[in-house]
């Protein structure tokens, strides 16, 4: 069996649509052995795939192909997520960077972000 890889990525929930995975193929932040992929090319199982959401880059290995779209509680079966702890303290630093660096006249913290204001001033 062989599938797209934008539609394989939809399926994997790593995009929202179809559209935004094909659009990011075309813009070169797909990559499967080092090299970019167009929207079109056929992914195999055991292959890592790189995808760069500026700034971070998510590494996954194929465990098996789906065509359809799944429930996010059966991605794990499908995908190997390879991505660095480096990677992923990225998104955390950038999460309490939006939260201390509140743009004047962005209104009041939403109840989360409370909330998360409130674990950084008590783990200072």
Avoid at 63 to 78: G, Y
Wanted: proline share 5%; glycine share 4%; net charge positive.
């Amino acid at each position: 069996m062989e599938i797209r890889v934008d539609k394989w990525l939809w399926a994997m929930r790593i995009f929202k649509t179809r559209t935004l995975a094909t659009e990011e193929c075309k813009k070169g932040r797909i990559m499967i052995d080092g090299i970019e992929v167009k929207p079109s090319r056929s992914i195999h199982l055991n292959e890592i795939i790189i995808v760069r959401k500026p700034p971070l880059l998510y590494t996954y290995r194929v465990k098996a192909l789906s065509e359809r779209r799944l429930p996010a509680k059966e991605v794990p079966l499908f995908l190997e997520n390879l991505t660095s702890s480096e990677e992923l303290a990225k998104l955390d630093m950038i999460k309490l960077s939006g939260l201390l660096n509140r743009e004047k006249g962005t209104g009041r913290p939403t109840k989360r972000e409370r909330r998360d204001l409130d674990n950084l001033n008590n783990s200072i």
